[in-house]
């Protein structure tokens, strides 16, 4: 294969930061949640005192964990794809349908971009219950997660990694 473009390259290495850091967030808001989801058993069940927050602690942080999660998965070639008919293609048609799940895909995400800012910008007034924080702060989670997931999506469409079809029994 050709050695990238300058451009691609400033690509590649944006990506693999801002997708790191995604990965290592969504890790956290992973461990935040389990945690935050113990307290609550805790305080439920061996203090009897149940707190108002945690439910909705618990569900915000695990809607943000998917959607900066989802850069990961992105990167890692976990794209919508057909398997059968991506091994059958060699050469150009493999380029053509890799251009074309990348196409959709990037069509998706963007789509998820626009909507998602409109959404959490209509709802900035409301609050969440137990937390009395923005309800725009959970929502926001499905713009940021897609941005980040279209830099790996086009970083996936520039450097394939193929360990999802590679691993796949």
């Given at each position: ?12 290495a944006v990506e693999r930061a801002v997708t790191k850091a995604s ?36 569900r915000v942080t695990l809607i943000w964990m998917s959607y900066l ?31 074309a799940i990348a196409a959709s895909t990037l069509a998706l995400l ?60």
């Amino acid at each position: 294969m050709n050695r990238p473009g300058a451009a691609v390259r400033l690509l590649l290495a944006v990506e693999r930061a801002v997708t790191k850091a995604s990965v290592c967030a969504a890790c956290c808001l992973l461990a935040a949640a389990a945690c935050i989801g113990f307290y609550q058993v805790l305080a439920r069940f061996l203090l009897a005192e149940p707190v108002t927050w945690s439910e909705t602690a618990v569900r915000v942080t695990l809607i943000w964990m998917s959607y900066l999660g989802l850069a990961g998965a992105m990167r890692a070639g976990a794209l919508v794809s057909v398997d059968v008919l991506y091994n059958m293609c060699r050469g150009r048609a493999r380029r053509v349908l890799q251009a074309a799940i990348a196409a959709s895909t990037l069509a998706l995400l963007s789509i998820l971009v626009w909507y998602g800012t409109i959404l959490a910008q209509r709802v900035r007034f409301q609050t969440l219950a137990g937390l009395e924080v923005p309800v725009s702060w959970a929502y926001a989670a499905i713009p940021a997660g897609a941005a980040i997931s279209i830099l790996a999506v086009l970083a996936h469409f520039f450097d394939p990694k193929r360990e999802e079809l590679e691993n796949a029994v």
